[in-house]
């Protein structure tokens, strides 16, 4: 079968149509930016930043250098979540006088866990307008390639790093149904995997997204019983940048199987596996079978973290 080299991109018609477009001056334009790979920036994005008269950035070393990979230059103005406020009055008076500013954070899209929420509000007061470019973000990434069969997410970003606070956090979503979005730092990943099977148990699929879009791109799911021991198998699996999926609680009879899971816990703090799935199965009327396995997956993990020191 003969094939057709495909058009040079520059000669695409789609290429004509970016530049016909309409792009109003005194407007800002929100720019998702690449998560990792360079080349994950839309057209109309590039378009854009070459129209621009000022570039809002979270970290101008960040912005300049991947502006250079496109040969664009452009004037930066310096927004992150320390000034946010000063640059949004700055931002907004440009636009008065008939300027385009886009505002882009480090990566990903703005104000998803990054800044720049506080200067889109401040833009829309002004009453002028705000332009989503949208593209690249982590969770709708991860998501996509889930494989998770949940038409409902819940993005949670950042859990708190105070373990306190985190576990609350946690607890609160226990019932939950929807899939849950997080992010997590690598020095951070291991204590969180512990706190998360600790609160929602062994049973729940656990998805790792790490280094989207990048050379080490991993995508591994695995009941949250498995996942310390995933971690753990091999060092680089705890390098990088992470989204988590969490598998959302079972849509019947969840509050019941969260409050024994709580009670299993508790109890398997002070006794052994049987009598406390004995005694859990007593207490909250569930089956005694299920909770002596969440018990033995349970006790397992924390065999496993204990070991890992
Ligand atoms: N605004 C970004 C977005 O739209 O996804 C998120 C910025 S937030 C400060 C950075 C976090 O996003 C990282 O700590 C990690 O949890 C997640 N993240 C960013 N890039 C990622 C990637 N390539 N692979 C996996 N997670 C990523």
Redesign the pocket.
């Known amino acids: 079968m003969s094939q057709t080299s495909p058009p040079l991109l520059t000669a695409m018609p789609v290429m004509h149509e970016v530049a016909q477009q309409t792009y109003p001056v005194s407007a800002l334009y929100v720019l998702a930016t690449p ?2 790979n360079v080349c994950d920036i839309t057209l109309r994005g590039l378009h854009m930043l070459s129209l621009a008269d000022a570039i809002a950035c979270e970290d101008t070393r960040n912005t300049a250098h991947l502006l250079n990979r496109y040969g664009v230059s452009k004037p930066l103005l310096a927004a992150h979540e320390h000034n946010e406020r000063e640059v949004a009055e700055k931002i907004v008076a440009r636009l008065q006088a008939g300027e385009r500013i886009v505002l882009v ?1 480090d ?4 104000a ?3 800044p720049g929420a506080r200067i889109v509000d401040a833009v829309l007061h002004a009453g002028l307008r705000v332009i989503p470019l949208p593209g ?4 709708i990434a ?1 998501l996509s390639a889930s494989g998770l069969l949940n038409d409902q997410f819940h993005f949670i970003g950042f859990l708190s790093p105070k373990a306190g606070a985190r576990d609350k956090q946690l607890e609160r979503l226990a019932t939950d149904t929807a899939t849950l979005v997080l ?3 690598p020095h951070r990943i291991v204590d969180t995997i512990d706190a998360l099977l600790k609160v929602f148990g062994p049973l729940r699929q656990i998805v790792f ?6 050379l080490f791109e991993t995508i591994h799911r695995c009941p949250l019983s498995e996942a310390p021991g995933w971690l753990s198998a091999d060092a680089n699996h705890q390098r990088g ?3 988590l999926l969490i598998e959302g609680a079972p849509q019947q009879a969840d509050n019941d199987d969260v409050e024994a899971l709580r009670v299993l816990r508790i109890l398997l703090a002070e006794l052994p596996v049987k009598q406390a799935a004995t005694l859990a199965a007593q207490l909250t009327g569930q089956k005694k079978n299920a909770l002596y396995q969440q018990a033995l997956a349970l006790r397992d993990a924390d065999d496993a973290a204990a070991e890992q020191g």
Request: proline letters at 4%.
């Open positions: 998560i990792g954070s990566a990903g899209t703005p998803i866990s990054d690249a973000s982590a969770g991860a992010y997590e730092a997204a790490r280094e989207l879009t990048k940048e992470f989204v």
